[in-house]
């Protein structure tokens, strides 16, 4: 008998409040950002984007948030794993929704890996802090 295994993932209304918490900050501390939560899968769960906030940082947002729950790290971390080694620097890089810098969040509950979170639009540090406040919104570091 095969047995099923669950795999447990953010829900809608905790994703909303996590891209409206990281919005709001944006604004709080002056910035225009997008904000986007992805579930286990990298699927896109919710999304904001704050009046003004740059175009392109829509998309990054997004692949911040996929790249920090594909990886099970924050995306400020990659850089460092693979910079010294070639190969693995310019062969990932190149891959679609790849982000090798700092914004995106895997989002942990109980040890487990239930999403990811992302944030573009202003500089590395400001994304942190936007993105840390929509962890924080939901009860997460």
């Known amino acids: 008998m095969l047995t099923c295994i669950r795999q447990d993932s953010i829900s809608t209304e905790a994703a909303l409040a996590a891209v409206q918490a990281a919005v709001g900050k944006g604004a709080e501390i002056g910035c225009a950002v997008n904000a986007a939560v992805v579930d286990v899968g990298g699927n896109l769960i ?44 310019d062969g990932i890089t190149q891959r679609d929704r790849f982000v090798a810098f700092a914004g995106g969040f895997p989002i942990v509950v109980d040890g487990k890996i239930v999403g990811g979170i992302g944030v573009s639009g202003a500089s590395e540090e400001q994304d942190c802090a936007c993105a840390q406040a929509g962890l924080a919104a939901i009860g997460l570091k």
Do not use: E, M
């Not at 003004?52 to 692949?63: C, N, R, Y």
């Not at 729950?69 to 971390?77: E, W, Y």
């Not at 990659?78 to 910079?83: A, N, Q, S, T, V």
């Open 46 to 89: 919710a999304f904001l984007r704050a009046n003004g906030a740059f175009l392109h940082s829509i998309g990054i947002a997004q692949d911040k948030a996929y790249t920090a729950v594909s990886f099970g790290l924050p995306t400020a971390q990659l850089y460092d794993l693979i910079k010294d080694n070639p190969a693995l620097r």
